[in-house]
C-alpha cells in the first residue's frame, strides 16, 4: 500500500515505480542480530530543529519512515530531555502496523525505552502513564526516583553514578529487545556514538533552509570518526530525501 507523496530511490538502483509500504519496510528490515539503529531528520544546513522542534522539519515522508520503524523496532530508545521537550505521547501503532507485527510473531507494540540519568521524569505524561507496554527507564544507582515513576514503569540501573550505555543495552537485549530504534536527542545520539554503538542511521534531510541557532543532530564531547557506509538514498516528490546509513 502506499498513500499521499511518492517516494522513489535513486540510489543504488532506481526503480520504475514509486516505492509502496512493503517495499520500504524491505529495504529497512530487521537485522539478523542485535542492532541499535538511530533515526533523526535535519535540514540541508545541519539545523536538528525550527522553533525549537524537529515537528517543523517532518513533512508527509519523514512521518511515513517514521511509523516503519516504530513498526519494525523491539525497543524505543529515547532521553528524557527529549521526552519532555517534544512532549511525546504513548507510543501506539496503526493497526495495519500492528497486524504486520503479529503476523511476524512480534508483540503488537514496542516497549517504550527512556534514558535518563537525573529521573526528572513526569509519571503523569502521556508517554509512561498511557503506555501499551509498560515502558523502561535506564538510569544509575544513585537516582532517586519521582513519587509514582515506578507505579508506571520499570527501573533498569546501569552504572554507579552515570547511565552506563554498554550495560544498559546489553540488558535490553537479555530481555529480548533486539532491534532498538532511537530517536534522540543529541546528547543521546553522540554518547552513543562515542561508546560505538551505533550500527545505523536513518536521516531525513527536509527541502528548507532553517538559518543559523539550532544544534545539530549529534552533541556532546569529541569521540573518533567512524565509517558508516550509505545503504540506500530515496527521494520524495515534495524534494524530501531520505538516507540510510550502516554498518556492514
Known sequence: MSVGIPIGRIWPVPPAQPLDDATLTALYGRADRPHL????VSSPDGAVSVDGYSAGLSGEPDKRVFGLLRMLCDGLVVAAGTLRHEGYRAVRL????????????????PTLVVVSGSLALD??????ADAPVRPLVLTHAGATPPP?????ADLVRCGTDRVDLVAGLAEL????????????GPHLFGALT??????????TVAPLLAGGGPGRISAGPPSPPRQLPLRH????????????????
Do not use: I, S
Open 37 to 40: 539503529r538511530v533515526n533523526f
Open 94 to 109: 496503526t493497526e495495519r502496523h500492528r497486524a504486520w507485527r503479529r503476523e511476524h510473531g512480534l508483540p503488537e507494540y
Open 123 to 128: 509519571p503523569a505524561q502521556a508517554a509512561l
Open 148 to 152: 509514582g515513576l515506578t507505579e508506571v
Open 173 to 184: 537485549r537479555r530481555r529480548g529487545l533486539d532491534q532498538l530504534l532511537c530517536e534522540g
Open 194 to 203: 562515542a561508546a560505538d554503538l551505533v550500527d545505523e542511521l536513518c536521516l
Open 233 to 248: 538514498a530515496l527521494v520524495a516528490e515534495d524534494g524530501t530525501l531520505l538516507l540510510r546509513y550502516a554498518r556492514a
